[in-house]
């Protein structure tokens, strides 16, 4: 398998100048165009400045900064916390009113029906027929 002069400059943006960071499935091939072609050596030429800048900078140590921000702004407890997070910061508005309200109605209704016992095991066929007659009278009271 042959590589393209295309392929072969995606492959060393991807992974570099060092031969031992290529995949090994187009390794072959890559040095194979290396010794074929002078356009893939002055690729490869660029490449190595590039990996050679890259290696040569230092990243600064954060640690006192990242020390210093913290003591600044301590974390506040958990509590209050979520509830910053739930109710916004600008209390002018009232748009989370009715949004609070529903969910603490839903929170309710879910906590009764999660301890209210249903009774299945009844047969409930003759209520039915009561509820239809029931509803027929009111049909014709409404009429």
Not at 44 to 52: C, H, K, R, S
Not at 93 to 115: D, E, Q, R
Request: hydrophobic share 40%.
């Amino acid at each position: 398998m042959t590589i393209s002069l295309q392929r072969f400059k995606a492959l060393i943006d991807a992974y570099g100048s060092h031969s031992s960071r290529w995949p090994e499935d187009v390794r072959q091939d890559m040095t194979r165009l290396l010794d074929e072609s002078s356009e893939a050596k002055d690729y490869l030429v660029q490449a190595v400045q590039l990996d050679g800048m890259l290696d040569s900078v230092t990243v600064p140590d954060f640690s006192a900064a990242k020390q210093a921000f913290l003591e600044r702004y301590p974390k506040p407890p958990l509590l209050e916390r979520i509830l910053s997070w739930c109710l916004p910061a600008d209390l002018k508005h009232g748009w989370y009113k009715p949004a609070t309200s529903a969910v603490l109605i839903l929170a309710i209704g879910m906590s009764i029906g999660a301890v209210t016992e249903v009774d299945l095991s009844q047969d409930y066929s003759d209520n039915w027929e009561d509820e239809a007659y029931l509803l027929a009278l009111m049909e014709e009271e409404q009429s």
